[in-house]
């Protein structure tokens, strides 16, 4: 190894036939392993060589750190790594966040961005010292103009379909996110995303059925039982599909005469810790072992809400209900019965009380109190 490349990327064969991924650092004379727990697969189709592919790539974007680490201690400034292939160094943070704690749609939100970056710079070996503040505009007029969404299947895009402005805002801040993090790994020294504006987040709307709505659908029959109580209790507790599909025995807890969820958030990985009422705690069922799964008789997404929209109908409902709307349903009900707005955020799991302000102004009292005070203006009955 010579002072020229200290850092070297290695693998060391396993006995299961893995490779493990370390550097091999040389400096001062003295030779240092760091192993990454990065490890390739023996390539037995194509999914595998896909996946070696992109844990090579999390390998080289943590040499090229390391690299510029070096440097600094070496030389006493800051150098910049600045031939870092742009394209390496985000797929590698998006591979980081499949296997990462987070919920399955943050990371399809990831590579979607990825998706269209590819489709914005046909040069897949761009490295960082080529994203200007002008590259970045580009690709923000680009999501504003020529980018279509994409089918359920990556591999197709929906002609003539825009994306929305949630989707724009949403995949130009994993653009923001990735810069953010090539800065604070002493990857570039300058963050060409700072004094472009952001696209503005539009308040999507918040679908909810009523106190007297959620009765009808609980007299009403399901052609599933096992979405009908998962939906009831997400009435009931505000709990999201994804916490609710994964709640084991172990997470309810009987506290005198007050039973506990206590679990981490999928989504957030927050800790939280909720009391149900009876009527929830009902809809659990029959205790089994610690580690059995609470809801067992779970459907995949599309099949759940297809189950809910003949529920619904069956119930007379005509709106657009889906799973999540469960969560809305508690968040509007809570609001409604005078419960104030902290401890609805809190019950929520909410980081941010902006969050659940949403929700304060879809059941604005203030407003309904305020129009029925109009004076009556004499108009007579049929007009």
Partial sequence: MTSSEPIRLRKRLLKDGRQTLYL?????????????????????????KETNKKTMQLAEAVRAKRIVDYQNGKFGFHQPEHNVKFFDYYSAMCEKRKGAPESRGNWGNWYSCFKHLQIYEKNQDITFEDITPEWVQ?????????ATAWAPRYER???????????????????RACLNQALADGVIEKNPMRGIENFKEEESKRMYLTIDEVKAITKTECSSPGVKRAFLFSCLTGLRRSDIMKMTWSEVHKQGDYTRIIFKQKKTSGQEYI????????????????????????????ATNHAIKEWMLRAGITKDITFHCARHT?????????????????????RELSTTQIYARVLDKTKQAAVMNIPDIGLEKGE
Avoid: C, W
């Avoid at 004379?29 to 390739?40: A, C, H, S, T, V």
């Avoid at 508690?330 to 909410?350: N, P």
């Fill in 24 to 48: 091999d650092l040389y400096h001062n004379g003295k030779r240092e392993y760091e192993y990454l727990k990065l490890y390739l697969i023996p390539e037995k189709s194509r999914a595998d």
């Fill in 138 to 146: 580009g690709f923000k007029d680009y999501l504003e103009n020529e």
């Fill in 157 to 175: 895009k929906l002609e003539y379909h825009p994306l929305s402005r949630n989707s724009r805002l949403s995949y130009f801040n994993k653009l």
């Fill in 275 to 302: 009391d149900i009422t009876p009527q929830a705690a009902e809809l659990l069922g029959e205790r089994r072992e610690p580690t059995d799964k609470v809801f067992y008789d779970f459907l995949t997404a599309s």
């Fill in 330 to 350: 508690f968040a509007v009900m809570m609001l409604d019965i005078g419960t104030d707005i902290y401890t609805v955020s809190k019950l929520l799991g909410h």
